[in-house]
C-alpha cells in the first residue's frame, strides 16, 4: 500500500506542477486574467472586477524584446482607486521611467485590486510571472483585516494541516473535489458594516488572531520574495503610507474595570476640554495622565498627537500619530508591524530593494505628517499623492539601477 501511493504521489509531481500553498488560509484559485488571440499571439486582458477590469487593461503574453515590463501589485491603493487610469501612480511612473530610458519600451501593467490582502497579492504573483517581468513593485498592507476569517491555533491541527499540504496528490484532490473557502472575490461588506459601527474586529482585538495576521502578512510577503528569487525577478517592496493626521482611529478600546474607566473619563474629558479651548500644554499633560491609566486607547493617542502638533512638537506628534494608527481596533490602515517586516525582508535579502514610502511621504506632508493634503480618505492618496509616489519609485528604480 505504502509502495502504491508513493508510486501516485511520484506521477502526480511530474506530471502537475508545483502550486503556492498559504497554510494559513483556504484559497481557492485566483482568476484574475483571461487570454485571447490577436493576429496569432497571445494576448491577456484583466477582467475580474476586482482588479478594476473597466480599464480595459490587454498586454501580450511575451513581451517584446525593446520593452521594460514592470507589474505593480497590491489593494486598491496601489491601483489608484477612485483616479481615472491618467492619474494613477503606476501611469505617473511609466512616463518618468519611459523619458529617462528614451531607447526602450516602457510597459507598466497594474494588477492591483480592491481588498486584496497580501495572501491574495501572492496569489496573483505566481500568475504573472510567465509575462516576464523586468520588475515587480508589491504595495500591501492596508487589506490585512478585511476578510473575516478565523486562524487555526491548535499546534496540532496546523501541523497535519503542513503535512497535507506537502503531498502533491492530496493537493490535487482538494484542487479537483473539495470547495473552498475562500475564492477569488474577497468579501468584505460585514467589515465594512462593523466600522459604521464602530466594532472592535476579532482579527485585532484578539491577542492569538492579531499574531496570526502579523504571521501571515510575513510568511506572504516572503513567499514572493523566494519566487522573485528563483525566477530572477527584481522586487521593489514598498511600505505603506496612509493618512495619519487627519483620520481619527475608527475603534478605540480601554480594557480598564469601573473604577478605572471612571478616572479616565474624569482625565480624558478635562484634557478634551482644554485642546477644545486650544490650551495644549494642560491638554497634553491630562492626556499623558489618561494614557498612563488606559495605554491601549487609540483616541488619547490621536488627541495627545494633535496637542503636540499644535505646540509644533511635530516629531513626538507624529510619534503619537502612529500609536494612534497602531492601536486602532477596527484597522483600515496598515499597522507598523507590516512595514517592519518589509524593512527586515529587505535587509535579510539584499536583492530585493525598499521603497520606504511611508518614511519618505513625510517631506511632502504639512508639518510632517501626511493628512488630507495627501491623502482622500484613510489610505487612497489625492492625485498629488500619487504623484509623489510615482517620484520617489522612479528615484529608487534610477539610483539603484533596477532596470
Known sequence: VV??????????????????????????????????EIKGETWYGITNKNAYSDRNVLFKEKKDVDHIRIICLGGSASAGWPHPPDEIYSRYLEKALQACYPGKKIEIINCSAHGFASYRVRQVFETIIPFQPDAVIIWSGNNE?????????????????????????????????????????????????????EE?????????????????????????????????????????????????????WLGLTAE?????????????????????????????????????????????????????????ALDYYLRAKDFDYNPFRAISDFNSTLRTLSRENPEVSLLDMERLINQYA????????????????????NLVIAREAANKILSEDLL
Open 200 to 252: 472592535a474586529l476579532e482579527l485585532r482585538s484578539d491577542p492569538d488572531q492579531f499574531t496570526k495576521v502579523k504571521e501571515h502578512y510575513r510568511k506572504s510577503i516572503e513567499g514572493i520574495v523566494h519566487k522573485a528569487r528563483e525566477h530572477n525577478i527584481k522586487l521593489l517592496l514598498m511600505t505603506v503610507p496612509v493618512n495619519l493626521r487627519d483620520w481619527e482611529p475608527n475603534v478605540s
Open 366 to 385: 504639512e508639518k510632517g505628517t501626511p493628512g488630507f493634503d495627501l491623502f482622500l480618505d484613510y489610505v487612497h492618496p489625492t492625485r498629488n499623492g
Open 260 to 316: 478605572d474607566s471612571l478616572q479616565w473619563s474624569r482625565e480624558f474629558r478635562d484634557a478634551k476640554k482644554h485642546f477644545l479651548t486650544g490650551y495644549y500644554p494642560d491638554a497634553v499633560r491630562g492626556f499623558q495622565r489618561a494614557h498612563h491609566i488606559a495605554p491601549l486607547h487609540a483616541e488619547t493617542m490621536f488627541l495627545m498627537a494633535k496637542s503636540l502638533e499644535s505646540m509644533n512638537d511635530t516629531a513626538a
Open 3 to 36: 509502495v502504491f501511493f508513493v508510486a501516485i504521489e511520484a506521477v502526480v509531481r511530474i506530471i502537475f506542477p508545483a502550486k503556492a500553498i498559504d497554510h494559513m488560509i483556504d484559497l481557492g484559485p485566483i482568476n484574475l486574467f483571461s487570454k485571447r
Open 145 to 197: 483585516f478585511l476578510e473575516g476569517r478565523n486562524y487555526r491555533t491548535s499546534e496540532l491541527k496546523n501541523t497535519l494541516i503542513k503535512f497535507r499540504n506537502n503531498f502533491r496528490s492530496l493537493q490535487l484532490v482538494r484542487q479537483l473535489f473539495v470547495e473552498h473557502r475562500y475564492d477569488d472575490t474577497p468579501e468584505v461588506a460585514e467589515t465594512f458594516w462593523k466600522k459604521v459601527n
